[in-house]
């Protein structure tokens, strides 16, 4: 499951310069939220499902992504993204920011009901980003809790706004109540047809990493789904029963449990790195 993380691209240096707190720095609410790797993947496969209940974010990955052939490079990519944004020192946040903003421009077209969309349509940003953060927030709650305050989440949506900004987006939603309210008001544009059941379909029978993986993805599957608003849940008809929830929640802790203990490089745990004071030569000297 480790190699989905956007690491695993090897693209990017998260320890250097030293010193660098990129967009965030370790006293944001931020780096606590995507910095553990479990809760971001069960938030991330929920998210995806939230997500595809627009319409028109649907026909953009419908029409333009490999999504059938290669779902886990899209995960990783997306992975990578985040990481990137979130840990990254100075001038990487930009320059994958400029890199999604130019293929954006490319992601044009019609919904099967002949509704125009575009990637760069910055209210289709706007719900893609909140889907996405209000999704990590949840799974965060559940799974991890060191924001747990009103005034932590706030901290983590304001934060996260920047990103949606920098990408686009517009009348981004910086607060646990603005984001419910956002949801709210976005209900009746949401629909789940054919289309959405068949991306949701290829997301869950997608092979695992490998065989040993394969019992870990399916409990974080089902906890992506666990984690979806009821509403959500009801227009995809994925139904839980609380016996399910419960069992899927226990599990969740238990190989989170596992992989904090087995992850030490990263991207959070780089970034930390980097942001310890340098040792002095001194200090080496064993007594």
């Known amino acids: 499951m480790l190699n989905l993380t956007g690491m695993a691209l090897n693209e990017i240096d998260f320890e250097q310069p030293a010193g660098d707190p990129g967009w965030y720095g370790p006293d944001s609410a931020i780096w606590q939220v995507h910095g553990d790797f479990s809760a971001m993947l069960c938030g991330g496969i929920s998210a995806l499902l939230l997500q595809m209940l ?5 026909a953009g990955v419908w029409d333009h992504s490999r999504f059938r052939e290669d779902i886990y490079g899209r995960l990783r990519r997306t992975s990578q993204f985040i990481s990137a944004t979130t840990f990254g020192p100075a001038g990487v946040p930009e320059q994958l920011v400029a890199r999604v903003n130019a293929i954006h421009q490319h992601i044009t077209g019609t919904d099967n009901t002949g509704a125009p969309y575009a990637a760069s349509d910055p209210d289709l940003l706007t719900w893609v980003h909140v889907a996405e953060c209000s999704s990590f927030m949840a799974s ?39 984001i419910a309210d956002y949801l709210h008001q976005m209900r009746p544009q949401l629909r789940c047809d054919e289309r959405t059941r068949e991306v949701a379909q290829v997301l869950f029978s997608a092979p695992a990493p490998s065989r040993l993986a394969r019992p870990a993805a399916a409990i974080m599957m089902r906890a992506g789904v666990d984690l979806l608003p009821e509403w959500a849940s009801t227009m995809l008809g994925l139904y839980q029963h609380p016996f399910q929830r419960r069992m899927v929640r226990a599990g969740v802790h238990t190989l989170a449990a596992i992989i904090r203990r087995s992850v030490r490089h990263g991207a959070y745990h780089c970034a930390m790195r980097r942001m310890r004071p340098p040792v002095n030569a001194g200090d080496n000297i064993s007594p």
């Open 54 to 58: 627009h319409p028109l974010a649907l």
């Open 140 to 178: 965060h709650l559940r799974y991890r809790r060191r924001v747990v305050s009103v005034a932590g989440q706030d901290q983590y949506y304001r934060e996260a706004a920047r990103v949606a900004l920098a990408l686009g987006a517009r009348n981004v939603p910086t607060s646990c109540a603005d």
